[in-house]
């Protein structure tokens, strides 16, 4: 089975992220994509992310609909600071064998700086897809991170990721509508539960 691995805050998750998804799924044919919201990314320990179980529902509500989107809790149910690498090495001890590791190319750039690169690259093949203002990585970078790499790393066409889940958190904040930036019953679910600032349009 070819398992594509999509992580992230998801907080909250938007139409970019499902761009992305149905890319992977198709350029790569994947059998199945595992939507992971970290628990506590331990990149951006230091800002306040929304509680993670609002997250894995929002995360859950974007991906309906389709039976190739799998939502798992590996990683918010993990205690302590999220790594890949021990994802990675929980899916290998859980017998998947083809694993697809999907990130932006701003996230790619930095793949030295995370825990264990050497062996993120070794067990997974790297996916990278444009987000703005990095619609391609330096051939340096690139290089590097191939660098003992199990297979080569694939770079994924089609459109720019222009969309960020900060930007939604901004409109949300200042009262401006996020339809179509975010699916339909995430943008209720935030409304809701008044995230981000913003207030429940049912009260």
């Known amino acids: 089975m070819k398992t594509g691995i999509f992580g992230g805050t998801f907080d909250p998750p938007h139409l970019g992220h499902a761009l992305v998804a149905e890319q992977a799924l198709r350029q ?3 059998d199945r994509i595992l939507f992971m919201p970290a628990s506590n990314p331990w990149m951006k320990d230091r800002e306040r992310i929304t509680e993670v179980d609002n997250r894995v529902e929002m995360t859950v509500l974007a991906t309906e609909g389709n ?13 302590g600071p999220t790594y890949t690498a021990d994802t990675l090495r929980e899916l290998r001890e859980q017998g998947e064998e083809e694993i697809y590791l999907i990130v932006g190319l701003d996230t790619l750039a930095e793949i030295s700086l995370w825990h264990t690169p050497k062996y993120i690259v070794e067990m997974a093949t790297i996916v990278g897809y444009p987000r703005d203002g990095f619609e391609k990585i330096p051939a340096r970078q690139l290089d590097a991170v191939k660098e003992g790499a199990s297979r080569e790393v694939v770079l994924l066409t089609g459109p720019t990721v222009s969309i960020s889940s900060t930007r939604v958190r901004a409109y949300v904040s200042k009262g401006h509508s996020v339809e179509g930036l975010v699916p339909a019953a995430v943008n209720e679910y935030i409304s809701e539960k008044g995230l981000y600032g913003g207030t429940d349009a049912r009260s």
């Open 28 to 30: 790569l044919n994947l």
């Open 67 to 79: 039976d190739k989107f799998v939502v798992s809790r590996m990683e918010a149910d993990r205690a």
